[in-house]
């Protein structure tokens, strides 16, 4: 048997691209910083920081687009996918990315307007990003999570 996974918890390095396909099918990408710290033989302490190129679909991609910013902590669940196309110059490209299937948003709550019991706050200064009317709203039961 084989198993292609990953687990990230990171923090997102910009805010989410959310496109739409021809078909009508919502994409986000987002990328994602990953630390890791540890002491070397001479007693150094060293850190390295990882970035990861991730790819939303479907609802997924409309909740990350609504919801989640640059800074933002996250642990996200997928698989590892490499596409490649040939450039413009006529190169043959590459890029490694992890297609997303699971999202957790873990850091303040306050961000997105909700808190810690999911109930809607009153800070109506703070939208959602990209809120277009209340029929267009993602509601707390439709986050799938």
Known sequence: MDLNRASLLGRL????????????????SVSVATNRAW???????????EYHNCVLWG????????????????FLEGRIETRDWTGQDGVKRYRTEIVIDNLIMLDSAQKNNFN?????????????KNKKSNEDEI?????PF
């Open 116 to 128: 810690q019991n999911n109930k809607e706050q009153d800070t109506s200064s703070e939208e959602p």
């Open 13 to 28: 390095t910009r805010d989410p691209e959310v496109k739409t396909t021809p078909t009508g099918q919502n994409v986000a």
């Open 39 to 49: 002491t070397d033989n001479n007693g150094v302490k060293q850190e390295r920081v």
């Open 139 to 143: 509601k707390v039961e439709d986050i």
């Open 59 to 74: 609802k997924l991609a409309e909740i990350a687009g609504n919801y989640l910013g640059k800074g933002r902590r996250v």
